[in-house]
């Protein structure tokens, strides 16, 4: 699927090897509860991955899975040696980050999204947000291929032209699923986080992981728009659809509410232990770490006293 390739390759390109020095995660080794052994850590995913890139030699997929990896890695680095800053903002935007450069991405990723009250955590549940993002999206694709299964056992016979399916009622409906997954990503920044500015919240996380030019998600839908769903969704009950109907709404175009006007930052409280024990084990598409963490004996770099801007 040239789209998808095209999409995490220009995403790594502008936000990965652009932020190589940074260590991605954008938190400061000074916060962190094993400094050196984080900056070490950091440094060493960095270099591995610039020669991955460079291995390549333009290979796009070659390139993406280098990023996959480096991004896995780094989050090695955080449950290693960091593990104080996992509820941060930072650390939830790297995640954020990662699903998007990452198309075999999935969940569970550790520390994410964030508890509940958790300490030194995000103001805004930026974990939340994607998380039902991501939901949309896979309600979207299984709602499209119902459609187009459906439309196929409506043909029994292809030599019977009477028995081709409604096609204006097939296209539709496909409207009807890419009104309601666009919806349902975007109407989750407001619901999650209603104080937050919207587009750090995640509402511009919509054009990324629902593009007009996804043929997955918007067959038989050449020129969908957000701008002209209002009178589909006045008219669609999205949960026969498929979508989740729980503690979930689904805003029109024209009546979202006021914008919240917060940044994001951290809230007050200091993580005195790694919040998933010593020793976690995770798993991606094609790896599966076990991290160890260190520091547990030193004493915590204190978190955010009352609020610190991300």
């Avoid at 955080?78 to 995640?95: G, I, P, R």
């Avoid at 407001?190 to 007009?212: E, H, I, K, M, R």
């Avoid at 067959?219 to 949960?239: E, G, M, V, Y």
């Avoid at 005195?272 to 260190?294: D, K, L, M, N």
Wanted: some cysteine.
């Amino acid at each position: 699927m040239p789209s998808i390739i095209y999409l995490a390759v220009s995403a790594a390109a502008m936000t990965g090897l652009a932020q190589l020095a940074s260590a991605q995660t954008n938190i400061t080794a000074s916060a962190c509860v094993a400094e050196s052994v984080y900056s070490d850590c950091n440094r060493n995913v960095a270099d591995t991955w610039r020669s991955c890139i460079n291995n390549c030699n333009g290979n796009g997929d070659c390139i993406v899975d280098c990023g996959c990896t480096a991004h896995q890695q780094y989050i090695n680095c955080m449950a290693h040696s960091c593990w104080n800053q996992v509820y941060s903002c930072e650390y939830q935007l790297f995640v954020q980050q990662y699903f998007a450069v990452c198309p075999s991405a999935t969940e569970p990723i550790p520390f994410w999204p964030a508890p509940d009250n958790a300490p030194n955590r995000c103001s805004c549940s930026l974990g939340k947000v994607l998380t039902n993002t991501l939901s949309a999206r896979q309600a979207q694709l299984s709602c499209v291929q119902n459609i187009t299964n459906q439309a196929l056992n409506d043909i029994p016979d292809l030599s019977n032209l009477g028995n081709l399916a409604n096609i204006p009622d097939i296209a539709r409906t496909a409207t009807d699923c890419a009104c309601c997954g666009a919806s349902a990503s975007l109407s989750s920044a407001w619901q999650v986080c209603p104080n937050t500015v919207p587009t750090l919240a995640g509402a511009d996380l919509w054009p990324l992981f629902f593009p007009s030019t996804f043929p997955n998600l918007y067959t038989s839908i050449p020129n969908f728009a957000w701008s002209t769903c209002d009178n589909t969704l006045s008219s669609t009950d999205c949960a026969n659809l498929g979508f989740s109907d729980t503690d979930n709404k689904y805003y029109r175009p024209g009546d979202f509410p006021q914008n919240g006007t917060s940044t994001l930052h951290n809230v007050a409280g200091t993580v005195t232990a790694p919040p998933s024990g010593t020793v976690i084990t995770w798993s991606q598409a094609s790896a599966t770490y076990t991290v160890t963490a260190t520091g547990v004996d030193r004493g915590v770099v204190a978190g955010a006293s009352q609020t610190d801007e991300c």
